[in-house]
Nanobody, 114 residues
Framework: QVQLVESGGGLVQPGGSLRLSCEVF???????SGWYRQALGEQRDLVAS???????EYNDSVKGRFTISRDLHANAVYLQMNNLEPEDTAVYYCKVRAYGLDFWGQGTQVTVAP
């Protein structure tokens, strides 16, 4: 069973930075991975995705501030978040697509507040 473990969330002031990590267990065969977020009372939205090691898409609201990357050796996916804004507050989820199925992590809370 593919498992994803996210870490790196927390409380940060506006303008600050965080780096989210998503470790993938039980498989290294996935071409499509990404980060999503869900604010309280809102739907889950795509933040950034990466396919075959190339960045494919960013949510317009994070372009120029967030960077997604994948480390094949560590079998992990990362999200570097800079210049954070209160509107970035949400639970962030990692997703990978393997064997034709989507696998999700448990989520990590990011709170941006003074």
């Amino acid at each position: 069973q593919v498992q994803l473990v996210e870490s790196g969330g927390g409380l940060v002031q506006p303008g600050g930075s965080l780096r989210l990590s998503c470790e993938v267990f039980e498989t290294s065969i996935y071409d499509n991975s990404g980060w999503y977020r869900q604010a309280l009372g809102e739907q889950r939205d795509l933040v950034a995705s990466i396919v075959r090691g190339e960045v494919t898409e960013y949510n317009d609201s994070v372009k120029g501030r967030f960077t997604i990357s994948r480390d094949l050796h560590a079998n992990a996916v990362y999200l570097q978040m800079n210049n954070l804004e209160p509107e970035d507050t949400a639970v962030y989820y990692c997703k990978v697509r393997a064997y034709g199925l989507d696998f999700w992590g448990q989520g990590t809370q990011v709170t941006v507040a003074p």
